[in-house]
């Protein structure tokens, strides 16, 4: 975090930077920015008071990252599509109710406006050729431009929390597209509802009297989990994971859709158990198991470089058993959620733990869709854009793998076994990640496949 008065003293250009963040409730943009045009890749000015660039900002022709989130702008700047190497934008929680016809640059990657209240994007949209990452959640869109279908390198789209009544058939066909949310609209008015999905996963409301909170074990958009003691009627303490959810919105959508999707999934051996759920005035949350402290992340979360693809710990081993065995019971666990129609939306390593002996939990249902409203058509779609995401996430642990053998000194060339249990792995990964969405195989048919590879490697 830098300040307004290093920057207007000429210290930030003496020294070049190419990174400046400013949070001190601006109302005006500083023009002294300007000077810094030749070094300048990203600039940070989220959490002001700003509604307006001035012209001179075309003049930053190196800056690759903007983020304007939690501002006073009621409209996109038409200036910053001047800038030339500007590939991700991020207006997240300003005031914004118009999208003008070019305003962004055509070579943009990722693109936040959620938070926001737009009603409709412009028919340009079509033209970001480059478009990895959408996150619109929170606003009022009723539809989706048709130039939107031109966006074929589109590959995670967040549209939860709007006004959509109908999903396109074209936006099911995107080649690329892996990660799709879209809860919280009146196309997706579940035909379950909470108390009956409740029911189905044999989960209880639970008072919050009945529930200790302890010390926080982490947090994401939607809310924040503690290890928490759950008072029983028997008089005994059951040790539990609380999640209380936070926000009317959050990047993925309602919280509420997300409790709603969990306790719809049901019970999976694979799925983080949902014990009981909490709904009370103040209070919304869930009652899950308690996680062993002998599980860990599997990756973590994409970094701006790699924008939608997974990272890893450089430390972080993982042997071909592993994988398959991870994948394996991924898959099984995904056809589960669909066979429940729910597509979780989010199919990432960072969101799966293991142990070392693959044991494998998923959760985070923060981006999940209720898809008992779609027909039965735009339901297999919804499946085979979750394949390219599970082809996605496969293909990055492969790749981790493939990392540390390149880089071990003591390792011995692959074995012949080895090798070939790579080529069908990789082979997966081609069939899920077809272009042609139609092609792809389902859920149970990678599971199946996985099956006879840990057959393989068992003899």
């Known amino acids: 975090m830098h300040t307004l008065a290093q920057l207007q003293s000429g210290e930030l250009h003496q020294n070049k930077i190419t990174r400046l963040q400013i949070a001190e409730g601006l109302t005006s943009f500083p023009m002294e920015i300007i000077a810094l045009a030749d070094s300048l890749e990203v600039l940070d000015l989220s959490n002001n008071r700003l509604s307006s660039l001035p012209d001179e900002f075309e003049q930053l022709q190196q800056l690759k990252i903007l983020f304007l989130s939690f501002n006073c702008f009621t409209d996109i700047p038409a200036v910053i599509a001047k800038c030339p190497k ?22 943009t990657r990722w693109l936040i406006l959620t938070d926001n209240n737009i009603a409709q994007l412009p028919q340009s949209i079509g033209k970001l050729h480059r478009l990895k990452k959408f996150a619109m959640a929170g606003n009022k869109l009723s539809n989706l431009p048709q130039s939107m279908s031109q966006c074929t390198s589109l590959e995670l789209l967040r549209i939860s929390a709007n006004e959509l009544t109908d999903i396109p058939d074209w936006l099911f066909k995107l080649p690329n597209l892996a990660w799709l949310a879209f809860s919280g609209n ?28 302890g010390e926080q074990l982490g947090q994401g958009a939607s809310g924040v989990i503690y290890q928490a003691q759950w008072q029983q009627d028997s008089g005994t303490a059951l040790d539990v ?43 919304l949350g869930l009652v899950m198991e308690l996680i062993p402290q002998r599980y860990y992340n599997l990756g973590l979360p994409p970094s701006l470089e790699t924008c939608t693809r997974d990272t890893f710990c450089d430390d972080m081993e993982i042997s071909l058993k592993q994988i398959v065995t991870v994948m ?17 939306g989010d199919i990432y390593a960072h969101n799966t733990m293991i142990d070392s002996d693959a044991n494998m939990l998923f959760g985070d249902f923060g981006a999940a869709t209720d898809l008992s409203a779609l027909s039965a058509v735009q339901a297999g779609f919804m499946q085979a854009i979750e394949v390219r995401a599970l082809g996605n996430m496969l293909d990055d642990v492969l790749g981790h793998f493939n990392e540390l053998t390149a880089h071990d000194d003591n390792q011995l060339r692959l074995a012949t076994a080895d090798s070939q249990i790579i080529s069908q792995l990789s082979q997966i990964v081609s069939s899920c990640l077809q272009a042609d969405v139609a092609m792809r195989p389902q859920f149970s048919d990678i599971q199946q496949q996985l099956a006879t590879i840990e057959r393989q490697l068992l003899n």
């Open 86 to 107: 500007l590939e991700m934008i991020g207006f997240k929680a300003n005031q914004i109710t118009t999208v003008a016809e070019d305003c962004f640059p055509v070579d």
């Open 186 to 213: 009146p196309i997706t008015a579940p035909v379950i509802n909470s108390d009956d999905a409740a029911v189905n996963s044999g989960c209880g409301l639970t008072p919050m009297a009945q529930l200790s909170l």
């Open 241 to 283: 994971a609380v999640k209380m959810f936070r926000g009317a919105v959050t990047s993925d959508g309602y919280p509420k859709d997300e409790l709603h999707c969990c306790l719809q999934a049901g019970f999976h051996p694979n799925l983080i158990g949902v014990l009981g759920f909490i709904a009370e005035a103040d209070n």
């Open 328 to 344: 394996s019971s991924m898959a099984a666990a995904l056809a589960h959620l669909h066979q429940h129609k729910v597509s979780h």
